[in-house]
């Protein structure tokens, strides 16, 4: 059975889930990047060292982000959104949400107490070496597939 | 660590896994989709019933492949690919292909010896409906991160 998610099953895989796909085009070239998120009210919000994707949605925030769920070939979620890539500035939001994003990861490792080894992890506000940035979702659609059998 | 996916790395995660994100574009738009995949020789072979991604593939052959195998946040690694799309219409190779997909695939639900209920496990190679096509990868790149306290 093949279906369509509906709103309040979208809202619900994007906000279980924590690693989404983000696509972004300049000139011909399209490039897919997993990211660690939050979603929160539309938006999804996540940090990057300077780089590749930063460069690309810069030039062109029109961007496709993708999120799901696949317990096998047969059985599987997946929602595609759209949005507009906005960089943020705002020392006190850009801690805000950094640290909204460590605290969403930290439980997924074995070691919760402790920050990462490495500079993703870092909470402060003035190391310009990380990018907080947010999508702003204009559409999200959702499929689904659904065979008990191969469940 | 961070660091730089070798050669033989990016070919063994691209046999390795099953499931990969296509990511086209057209006219403004990008589009992310996961798709079940055989990869062999610098081909990413899979199969599609007629929608948005192979109108947008016929539009504009131009596509991104990405695979990824995450561990945690801090414990993955990734491959992005470009190619150039081609569908096959000869119809033993096409009959080949879904038959490579379907014995890639059938292991990994529990029901190894039988045919899927639905339209993707067809191996009629003259049902119009499935459409079967290569991604004939030009590049190839692969990241990693590695950290064994969070592994």
Request: aromatic share 10%; proline share 4%.
């Amino acid at each position: 059975m093949l279906g369509t998610l509906k709103e309040e099953d979208i809202e619900k895989l994007l906000t279980e889930q924590y690693i989404g796909r983000l696509g972004c085009h300049v000139q011909g070239t399209t490039y897919i990047v997993p990211i660690n998120y939050v979603y929160s009210n539309g938006k999804v919000y996540a940090h990057s060292a300077p780089g590749q994707k930063i460069r690309m949605m810069r030039s062109n925030p029109q961007v496709c982000f993708q999120v799901d769920q696949i317990r096998n070939t047969f059985n599987w979620k997946s929602v595609v959104c759209w949005g507009r890539f906005e960089e943020i500035a705002d020392s006190s939001e850009k801690q805000n949400v950094l640290q909204g994003i460590i605290h969403r990861m930290m439980p997924l490792t074995n070691t919760p107490s402790e920050q990462p080894s490495h500079g993703t992890g870092k909470t402060d506000a003035y190391d310009e070496e990380i990018i907080v940035f947010k999508i702003v979702l204009y559409l999200k659609t959702g499929r689904f597939e659904l065979n008990e059998r191969y469940n």
